[in-house]
């Protein structure tokens, strides 16, 4: 699978921003999909991920309530919104898919396939 992630940018604290992700490949509907963020100096963390239905999501306890992820399965993309921004959110982000089909989401990064990252910056 060939996952392509856009929509990073230099934004201010309090704005938003939305970063899509198009999915390569045959059986999307088939695979939850996740988003997740590595800073420099730190270890990849889980920001979110969502179910093969769009039934089921998680999200980081960092993010909840200011983060949105959905999916479109007619255009095989994934979308993380991202509201009331902070500083702290400043990232390389990366859309990521379950190496498996058919599992729910889970917060492991071993258990995804990555693309490329899309940068978020957020000044003070």
């Known amino acids: 699978v060939q996952l392509q992630a856009s929509g990073g940018g230099l934004v201010r604290a309090g704005d938003s921003l939305k970063l899509s992700c198009v999915a390569s490949?045959?059986?999307?509907?088939?695979?939850?999909m996740g988003w997740f963020r590595q800073s420099p100096g730190k270890e990849r963390e889980f920001v979110a991920a969502i179910s093969w239905t769009g039934n089921s999501r998680d999200y980081a306890e960092s993010v909840k309530g200011r983060f949105t992820i959905s999916r479109d399965t007619s255009e095989n993309t994934i979308y993380l919104q991202m509201d009331s921004l902070k500083p702290e959110d400043t990232a390389l982000y990366y859309c990521a898919r379950r190496r498996t089909s058919l599992q729910p989401p889970a917060r492991g990064p071993s258990l995804y396939a990555w693309g490329q990252g899309t940068l978020v910056t957020v000044s003070s």
């Open positions: 490949g045959p059986n999307f509907s088939r695979y939850t």
